[in-house]
């Protein structure tokens, strides 16, 4: 039996702005503390709504993925053949 391994990764940030160690050097918001702020040219937040907001999106998409993650590994338990 072949059993798939999936990764996923949930992030507000762009991969590909992050240095070597992880850090963030990109241009937005990263806190509530930058409501008002601008960032790449235009304001990101008008709101502590707007970051609760996203932040709750995050949150489900992350507990979606689980479950999906959950069920797949369920799945791939009852195949009693390669696929």
């Given at each position: 039996?072949?059993?798939?391994?999936?990764?996923?990764?949930?992030t507000k940030y762009d991969p590909s702005l992050r240095?070597?160690?992880?850090?963030?050097?990109?241009?937005?918001?990263?806190?509530?503390?930058?409501?008002?702020?601008?960032?790449r040219g235009r304001q990101q937040l008008r709101d502590?709504?707007?970051?609760?907001?996203?932040?709750r999106l995050r949150a489900n998409s992350t507990g979606?993925?689980?479950?999906?993650?959950?069920?797949?590994?369920?799945?791939?338990?009852?195949?009693?053949?390669?696929?």
């Open positions: 039996m072949t059993v798939s391994v999936h990764q996923f990764r949930v240095a070597e160690g992880g850090a963030y050097f990109g241009d937005d918001w990263t806190s509530i503390n930058d409501i008002g702020r601008t960032f502590a709504g707007a970051v609760l907001l996203c932040e979606e993925l689980s479950r999906a993650s959950t069920s797949m590994r369920s799945a791939s338990s009852r195949q009693t053949t390669d696929c």
